[in-house]
């Protein structure tokens, strides 16, 4: 079921990030049920981030993107599977509405992670 978890959050990994390059990580993504996933937009400091942050990286195909997408712990694995697939999927289709060429992207989905990436959270 459906349950609002707040503002969206980016954390960028100034360790890995320099010129032309830039790790984040999009998280605090709400608590989905299956019926409307797919239809839900991202959150708009997602969407800000990507716009401002990771589209003028990649315009004129001048660049690609590698993307993981990832659940919590909760839930059983065939569930964080699929919304990993869906929250790295509403991102891809993002990018493609903004003009990033489908070959610019290489997306993966990994469900439930393993230990958490901590490097947002300092």
């Given at each position: 079921?459906?349950?609002?978890?707040?503002?969206g959050?980016?954390?960028?990994?100034?360790?890995f990030?320099?010129?032309?390059?830039?790790?984040a990580?999009?998280?605090?993504?709400?608590f989905?049920?299956?019926?409307?996933?797919?239809?839900r937009?991202?959150?708009?400091e997602?969407?800000?981030f990507?716009?401002?942050?990771?589209?003028?990286?990649?315009?004129?195909?001048?660049?690609?993107?590698?993307?993981?997408?990832?659940?919590?712990r909760?839930?059983?694995?065939?569930?964080?599977?699929?919304?990993?697939?869906?929250?790295?999927?509403?991102?891809?289709?993002?990018?493609?509405?903004k003009g990033?060429?489908?070959e610019?992207?290489?997306?993966?989905?990994v469900?439930?992670?393993?230990g958490?990436?901590?490097?947002?959270?300092?």
């Amino acid at each position: 079921m459906f349950r609002a978890t707040g503002v969206g959050k980016v954390g960028v990994d100034a360790d890995f990030s320099g010129i032309g390059v830039l790790r984040a990580l999009l998280y605090n993504f709400d608590f989905d049920d299956f019926a409307d996933l797919k239809y839900r937009p991202l959150k708009p400091e997602h969407a800000n981030f990507l716009a401002d942050e990771v589209v003028p990286l990649l315009e004129d195909d001048a660049g690609n993107i590698w993307m993981t997408g990832s659940a919590s712990r909760i839930g059983n694995k065939a569930w964080n599977m699929e919304l990993s697939q869906t929250r790295v999927g509403r991102v891809v289709d993002f990018l493609q509405t903004k003009g990033i060429k489908p070959e610019q992207i290489q997306e993966d989905a990994v469900g439930r992670t393993v230990g958490g990436c901590r490097w947002p959270h300092r």
